[in-house]
Every structure is written in structure tokens, then in C-alpha cells.
């Protein structure tokens, strides 16, 4: 079905009539959910709500073990899974699903465990969640009723209404299955409506007419009743599609949810970035300023990789190219791709010019050829690995620095996961917040390359065409005169 675009003004026609109201009941129900939440990301920008939370970057027995110990009663597993192939992504989420069995068992603490997967619906759907209920089920004494589907995400502009998924652009809302995201060579969709989005990704298997969608009249009008009775009734694993524009939304889901929890009802979730944060009873957090993030005894300028190709990110990388004199930029040329020993060799001299420049205090941007990368086949495997391969190089780059940045920004959800792990070695990072809504920031672990570095992840599709510049600028500021300023 072809839904069409509407003007970002039809969500004034939702009214919020008792937020103090709403607040004050979720934080009565959040008390008695004496559960561990875990959040499975499949890259580390599930964390842009969050802050004061730990990621891990590995999922052993021993990581979770520290998690559940944690006085905090949510943290985040980095799976990557984005990047891997199917079964890569099945054997990945198979381990950790036998993991927090072992580990909950060990402890005697229940669990909620989120699946947070992109805003704009790309990813291994529903291969993730229907493998984590397959083990658990199998391992353990759960039942999984359902699974609720949530991709609302307000800082970056996506909006479920009338169960359609919409993306923002400017003023206007546009239907997720015309977006850019839904062309991915990988993760392509063609459903904006998420009843048939969900029936288009299990191939047919789950239909339309068996989800149970939670309007937004049901929400709004406080229908407590109505939501409980649709949850309580769902069975056999079928989806439950959340509509939601605004926080307010999910707040009032997760009252009526908790209630069903209580009566020993289970789901899995399938959700964006807001859901952890409302569950979780993250409290808010200013955006972090340049005194919060940057240390005065580093004088070495930072580095921004930018290896997101959406749209968003280009005309982000152009604005910073035409307006900000004081950073240097290197193109990394991803056609040495197709040559033996290519990428290499690039490395090789993208490092040195870099190295050369950051020692000088200017900060540099790398950033990958706008072209597009011509992979000659149709196997979404292969074309993935050619991806994986440029991304690797580039991630190799900060992986053979010497020489310590004032900060590093990485622009997409492969690249910052890849550059945080593989080469920035962390295991274990704690969210220090977000620098522009939805943009987090992690303070590395000790155990890192570059220990107590500020890192910024920025997803390639959120922010405005001027934020990646923004940040950028209000980073490399020198002198206490213009902390002043933030």
C-alpha cells in the first residue's frame, strides 16, 4: 500500500491532557518492576537517549555477569549485528540469548530484554528477536507471548501514526517505504504501513490481520482498559505495533505494559531508541558542552570519520567542507577496493597526512568517496562484505594511530560501532549523554587504546544538515573564553 506524505502540523491534533498525571504513574510502576533490562543494539547509536549507562562491547558470561551487578538497572550489549551476515547475526544472537539464561539463573533476577533496532526499520528483522525467543524458550522457564514493535524516535524525526511509520524531512512526514533507508541494498523494504512491514519481512509468515495495533486514540484518550485487555489477549508471538508520536505515547504504553508484566504476560521488543529510555527511568540530562567533553591538557586537534553514505550525512560532510575553514579533510578512496593490496596502500597514506595534522592541533576529517561503491552482483551477502571491507580500512586508520586526539567523531552506525571496538579497543564504555539530540557520547574505558577519550557517535541519518558542523566547531574551540559561550 502507497501512503502519502503529510504535513508535520497533523501532530498538533494530538493533545496532551495529563503529563504530571502520567509521569507520576509511571514512576509507581517502574518501582515494581524489579527487573534487569537489557538492551540489544545492533549499533551504538541505540544509546542517543541515554546517559549515566553502561555499553558492552562483547557478551560473555563474565560482561553480563557485571551487568546484572550493576546498582543501575539497564545496560546496553553492542552486538554490531548490522554489519554481520544472517548467520553470523543468528549465531551471535544464539550466544547471548544462552548467556543471560546462564546468568539469570546465577543471579535469580528476571529480565526484559530489548531488541533496539533502527528508527528508519533496516536490520536483521525478524531474524534477531525470533532467534533470542527460539534459546530463551528452549533454555528457560519463559513463555514469549508477543513482540511489540515500536520504531518511534522523536529526536531524529520518526513518527508512527495510524500504524504508518514516517521519517521526517523539514516540514513534512514522509512514509518510511519512500525513503531513502528503504532502498538499502541489504535491509530494503517497500511497506510504510508496519502491520505489513512485519508481514513483508517474515515472508508472509505473520499476516496483517493477526497483530494487534495500540492506536494513538487508545493512548490519548487514556483507554487504560482497552491497551491492557489487547496486550493480556496477544499470543503465539504476534506483533503488537505501537503508534506513538511524542514520549507522552510511550510513557502511557509502558504504564498499561507493566501492569501485563505483573500478571506474568512476557514479550520481546522490537524498538527504536525512545522505548530504553522510558523503561529504563532515564532521568534527563542536559546536552554535554565542549567543557563537559574535552580535556585542557590534550593541545592535539580531534578527528571526524565519516563513513555514512545516506543523503543526510553528504549534505552534513558539504556544509562542513563550505563552512568550517579550520578543519582539514582527507577523501579516503573506497574504489582501492578493487584493487589488490588497494585499500592498504590508502591506509597507508590517509594515516600519515592525518597523524601530521592532529600533532599540528588541527582537527581532520576523513571521510569516504561520495560515489557510490559498484559491487558487480545481486548477492546482498557479497555486497555487504564489500562494505565491511572499506569500513574495516577506515576503522584500521584510528586502529594504527600514534598519536592521541582530543576527541574522535564517527558519522554511521557500522563505522562508529567498528571504530569503538575494533579499534579503540573499549569493552566497556559508560554514556557520558548527547552532544545534540540524539548524537551520544562515550567516555572510553580504561582498558581502550586511548583511555578517558570522549567519543561521539553520530548516526548517518539524524540531525539537521548543519549539526555535524556544529559540533564539530564547538569542538575545536580553543581557551576558556569560548566554554563561556556554550
Known amino acids: ?111 526484559i530484554l530489548i531488541s533496539r533496532g533502527d528508527s528508519t526499520l533496516r536490520g536483521h528483522f525478524p531474524l534477531e528477536t525470533k532467534t ?34 514516517y521519517v521526517k524531512y523539514d516540514s513534512s512526514l514522509v512514509p518510511a ?67 506513538a508520536i511524542d514520549y507522552y505515547d510511550v510513557k502511557i504504553f509502558t504504564n498499561c505494559l507493566i501492569d501485563c508484566i505483573l500478571e506474568g504476560k512476557e514479550f520481546i521488543y522490537r524498538t527504536a531508541a525512545a522505548f530504553p529510555k522510558i523503561i529504563g527511568g532515564v532521568n534527563h540530562k542536559d546536552l554535554l558542552t565542549r567543557k563537559d567533553i574535552i580535556s585542557k591538557d590534550n593541545s592535539n586537534g580531534g578527528i571526524i570519520l565519516v563513513g555514512s553514505h545516506v543523503k543526510k550525512t553528504t549534505l552534513q560532510l558539504e556544509y562542513m567542507m563550505n563552512n568550517i575553514q579550520e578543519i582539514e579533510f582527507i577523501e579516503f578512496d573506497v574504489s582501492k577496493v578493487s584493487e589488490e593490496g588497494g585499500l592498504e596502500s590508502e591506509v597507508e597514506r590517509v594515516l600519515k597526512l592525518l597523524e601530521s595534522t592532529v600533532l599540528d592541533g588541527r582537527t581532520v576529517t576523513v571521510y569516504t568517496s561520495r560515489k557510490l561503491l559498484q559491487v558487480e552482483t545481486e548477492d546482498k551477502n557479497k555486497i555487504l562484505e564489500a562494505s565491511v571491507k572499506i569500513s574495516n580500512s ?35 564504555a559508560k554514556v557520558m549523554g548527547q552532544v545534540k539530540p540524539g548524537i551520544p557520547v562515550w567516555m572510553t574505558g580504561d582498558e581502550s587504546k586511548f583511555p578517558e577519550m570522549p567519543y561521539v557517535i553520530f548516526p548517518g541519518n539524524v540531525g539537521e544538515t548543519s549539526t555535524l558542523g556544529e559540533i564539530a566547531e564547538m569542538l575545536i574551540e580553543k581557551g576558556e573564553a569560548n566554554d563561556d559561550h556554550q
Request: hydrophobic share 35%; charged share 30%.
Open 177 to 243: 517505504g519512500e525513503t531513502e533507508f528503504s532502498k538499502d541494498k541489504t535491509f530494503g523494504f517497500s511497506s510504510s504501513h508496519l502491520g505489513e512491514w512485519c508481514q513483508e519481512k517474515s515472508n508472509g509468515k505473520n499476516k496483517v490481520q493477526d497483530m494487534v495495533y495500540i492506536t494513538l486514540e487508545d493512548l490519548r484518550s487514556h483507554n487504560k482498559d482497552v491497551i491492557i485487555k489487547k496486550l493480556l489477549e496477544v499470543e503465539n508471538f504476534d506483533k503488537i505495533i505501537v503508534n
Open 1 to 111: 500500500m502507497n501512503e502519502a506524505s503529510k504535513d508535520i502540523s497533523i501532530l498538533q491534533n494530538y493533545v496532551v491532557t495529563q503529563e504530571k498525571e502520567v509521569d507520576e504513574a509511571l514512576k509507581k510502576q517502574l518501582n515494581k518492576l524489579n527487573r534487569k533490562i537489557i538492551v540489544l543494539d545492533d549499533d551504538p547509536t541505540g544509546i542517543q537517549t541515554v546517559n549515566e549507562v553502561s555499553v558492552y562491547t562483547e557478551w560473555s558470561k563474565e560482561s553480563i555477569l557485571k551487568g546484572f551487578k550493576e546498582k543501575n538497572n539497564m545496560f546496553f550489549i553492542l552486538t554490531n549485528s548490522r554489519a554481520l551476515t544472517e548467520a553470523e547475526t543468528a549465531a551471535v544472537h544464539k550466544e547471548i540469548a544462552e548467556n543471560i539464561v546462564w546468568v539469570s539463573r546465577e543471579t535469580g533476577k528476571e529480565f
Open 132 to 165: 533470542l525467543r527460539e534459546e530463551i524458550e528452549k533454555n528457560f522457564d519463559i513463555k514469549y507471548s508477543g513482540e511489540i514493535i515500536m520504531p518511534f524516535f522523536k529526536e531524529g524525526g520518526r513518527y508512527t501514526l495510524d500504524n504508518v511509520h
Open 394 to 428: 577506515l576503522v584500521n586508520i584510528i586502529g594504527k594511530l600514534s598519536v592521541r586526539p582530543s576527541f574522535i567523531i564517527a558519522k554511521g552506525g557500522i563505522t562508529s560501532s567498528d571504530v569503538g571496538t575494533k579499534a579503540l579497543q573499549v569493552k566497556k
